[in-house]
């Protein structure tokens, strides 16, 4: 049953549930899909999302594997821009370009079409998620291949504790998250 209706970020954040020890123990999970569920919620996400760069003159969407095409494509539909996937390694049909990042354990490889930007074009990145900041640094590492124009990493949520802004920002990449999470 949909919830009545939310404009702002704070009443988003009531939607999101914690699951701890998941995916392992001693983590807590933000799972955002509640969120996703609630018509008047998804709506209200994708509008708080998409404002700051309404006349940015954003020209593509690079969503982030896998939670982050979610967003990335209502992004891309209300930003009136196109649509790319930043993948794991090997998912992509076409020539791609790489960038490898480290994870906890080891080390994963993220992919983007290398006809999937073009010099210059503006560029927004979507995930769901600012963590470590791992996976974002790795899709900017391949716009910036491309010799794209990053206008700013977006995200649904941001575990400000694990520095991921700081990561990005380092890079010269502006961030903006809607939920932040201490």
Do not use: C
Not at 21 to 46: C, E, N
Not at 72 to 77: E, I, L, R
Request: proline share 5%.
């Amino acid at each position: 049953m949909p919830s009545p209706s939310l404009s702002k970020s704070a009443d988003l954040k009531t939607l999101v549930r914690d699951v701890p020890d998941f995916p392992k123990k001693g983590i807590l999970f933000k799972d955002l899909t509640p969120i996703w569920q609630d018509a008047d919620a998804f709506r209200s996400m994708v509008d708080q999302l998409a404002a700051p760069y309404k006349n940015s003159g954003a020209q593509m969407v690079a969503g982030i594997e896998s939670r982050g095409l979610i967003l990335g494509a209502a992004m891309a539909y209300e930003l009136r821009t196109g649509l790319v996937p930043v993948r794991k390694a090997g998912k992509l049909p076409w020539k791609t370009v790489k960038a490898s990042y480290a994870l906890e354990y080891g080390e994963a490889t993220t992919e983007l079409h290398e006809d999937a930007v073009t010099p210059g074009m503006k560029v927004l990145i979507v995930d769901d998620l600012l963590a470590t900041g791992g996976t974002a640094e790795a899709a900017i590492a391949l716009v910036q291949k491309l010799q794209g124009d990053i206008i700013g990493t977006v995200f649904l949520a941001e575990l400000k504790f694990l520095s991921g802004r700081q990561r990005l920002e380092k890079l010269g990449v502006p961030v903006f998250s809607l939920l932040q999470y201490d």
